[in-house]
T-cell receptor, first 115, second 114 residues
């Protein structure tokens, strides 16, 4: 299994440009999520999905859209990039191990710079 | 504001010592907590987790302690090694839409000196 894959690894955008960060998992996990990580801020939840066709907002959803048409893919779209969206973006998928325990797997991240 | 936070941003230890990383949480309804390790340039990696019906759980060289009375949990790493150098996050599972999507604290940087 490849686990959770993210593309691209690095991206530079100009203010106002749009782009899509790709995320895919081959573990048939039901739950997927997007986080951003800024220095000293930890990881903040952007959007999440509890299954194909179901998405919801996290803590910092403004400026981002998501969709979940398949179990495997969960792309994150930046509609009009702003310098405040300069960050490292992590995608994750998770499954239940039973008895209320859950394990989450993270991708390697996409480092985005908005000029 | 954040409901999960860490007491110390940086912890320096000598190789072979035991390390203790602390975390406070504010949501008394939280019932599930996870510790993650993040090495430089990589995504977070699951270490160990604990549910609120327990106060201690052990893994290989790691132990998580949960004190619900003061809303505090800690990660203990025995015989710390240079490979343990990383940022450690505690996370709280809020059960969004009945799922398990963790909310992270800011992290503690563990530095292990040989």
């Amino acid at each position: 299994n490849a686990g959770v894959t993210q593309t691209p690894k690095f991206q530079v955008l100009k203010t106002g440009q749009s782009m899509t960060l790709q995320c895919a998992q081959d573990m048939n996990h039901e739950y997927m999520s997007w986080y951003r990580q800024d220095p000293g801020m930890g990881l903040r939840l952007i959007h999440y999905s509890v299954g194909a066709g179901i998405t919801d907002q996290g803590e910092v959803p403004n400026g981002y859209n998501v969709s979940r048409s398949t179990t495997e893919d969960f792309p994150l779209r930046l509609l009009s990039a702003a310098p405040s969206q300069t960050s490292v973006y992590f995608c994750a998928s998770s499954y239940s191990r039973g008895e209320g325990y859950n394990e989450q797997f993270f991708g390697p991240g996409t480092r985005l710079t908005v000029l | 504001g954040e409901s999960v936070g860490l007491h110390l941003p940086t912890l320096s230890v000598q190789e072979g010592d035991n390390s203790i990383i602390n975390c406070a949480y504010s949501n008394s309804a939280s019932d599930y907590f996870i510790w993650y390790k993040q090495e430089s340039g990589k995504g977070p990696q699951f270490i160990i987790d604990i549910r609120s019906n327990m106060d201690k759980r052990q893994g290989q060289r790691v132990t998580v302690l949960l004190n619900k009375t003061v809303k505090h949990l800690s990660l203990q790493i025995a015989a710390t090694q240079p490979g343990d150098s990383a940022v450690y996050f505690c996370a709280e599972n809020r059960g969004l839409r009945g799922s398990y999507i963790p909310t992270f604290g800011r992290g503690t940087s563990l530095i292990v000196h040989p």
